[in-house]
């Protein structure tokens, strides 16, 4: 879902333009990309902050990410409780998350600072981990979550909204949304999503070779048990945050309340972006 940014305006003056500036990379490049990225902002008169000063408080009209889709993952969840929209310049290895490339980044701050750009709508995961009836952990999740990250095969027993759907035996199990259905759910075997929707994948699962991935609506609550013994498997939030489990512990999966914002630019659809994430993905395998 698209919608118009924001506007600052009131009755009288325009107010400030404010943009934020991050990274998690430390190469000469990206570094080099976000000064020319400061000074071209601030000769536009525009105000320019880092991370911490919009986590203070301070308000943005976008939070410029420079890197892969890790960096951009990482500075979604955070921005979106703010209701702050996140625009990815990608500066890593994997970026069909980012809408600017490393050559685009000029025209990108153009664009920014002319306001034509829209911003599109996200769903996001929320994951509950509850040790007797006590709520002990909780994050949001714009990818997926995983279960498993054990050298064990796991055991991990499923219901959908109430209702057994059986028992997985295997790596572990992905829920992934409509954006992270390229990702992590994708190598494992799921579909690729083009509407609103949930994926939900066994990873080398030996449940049956007949269902190893269910698309589910975006309304599906999933619970899943842990039933191994002698092993604790993690709760994973978009490969960064984590959480292990122990034995008979719960995990519950739903649709966040919270949505991500990204900054749409206009400059390719979802299509074709996907098309060019497929062809780059073939490229790096062929390159070995």
Not at 241 to 256: M, N, R
């Amino acid at each position: 879902m698209s919608e118009s940014p924001p506007s600052k305006h009131g009755g009288g003056k325009p107010s400030r333009q404010s943009f934020g500036l991050h990274t998690r990379r430390t190469d000469g490049s990206t570094d080099e990309a976000m000064q020319r990225a400061r000074q071209a902002l601030t000769a536009a008169g525009a105000e320019v902050l880092d991370l911490q000063q919009i986590l203070d408080g301070e308000n943005a009209d976008a939070l410029l990410s420079f890197g892969g889709d890790g960096s951009l993952l990482h500075a979604a969840r955070l921005m979106a409780p703010l209701g702050i929209p996140v625009l990815g310049i990608n500066y890593g290895r994997v970026g069909y998350l980012c809408a600017v490339d490393e050559n685009g980044l000029d025209q990108a701050l153009k664009r920014l600072i002319q306001g034509e750009y829209a911003l599109d709508q996200h769903s996001m995961l929320r994951g509950r981990v509850s040790h007797e009836g006590e709520l002990v952990w909780q994050a949001d999740a714009l990818n997926e979550f995983f279960v498993g990250g054990s050298n064990r095969t796991l055991h991990l027993d499923l219901s959908i909204d109430g209702e057994a759907f059986g028992t997985i035996r295997g790596d572990g199990v992905i829920l992934a949304t409509q954006t992270g259905s390229t990702a992590y759910a994708f190598s494992a075997g799921g579909p690729v999503l083009l509407m609103d929707a949930l994926a939900l994948v066994a990873s080398n699962s030996v449940f049956s070779s007949a269902i190893r991935s269910v698309v589910l609506p975006t309304t599906s609550t999933v619970r899943i048990r842990n039933l191994t013994r002698g092993t604790r498997p993690f709760v994973v939030a978009d490969g960064q945050k984590d959480y292990q489990i122990g034995h008979e512990t719960e995990v519950e999966i739903s649709l966040s309340p919270t949505r991500a914002l990204l900054v749409d630019l206009g400059l390719q659809s979802q299509v074709r972006s996907l098309h060019q994430g497929f062809r780059e993905m073939m490229v790096r395998e062929l390159e070995g």
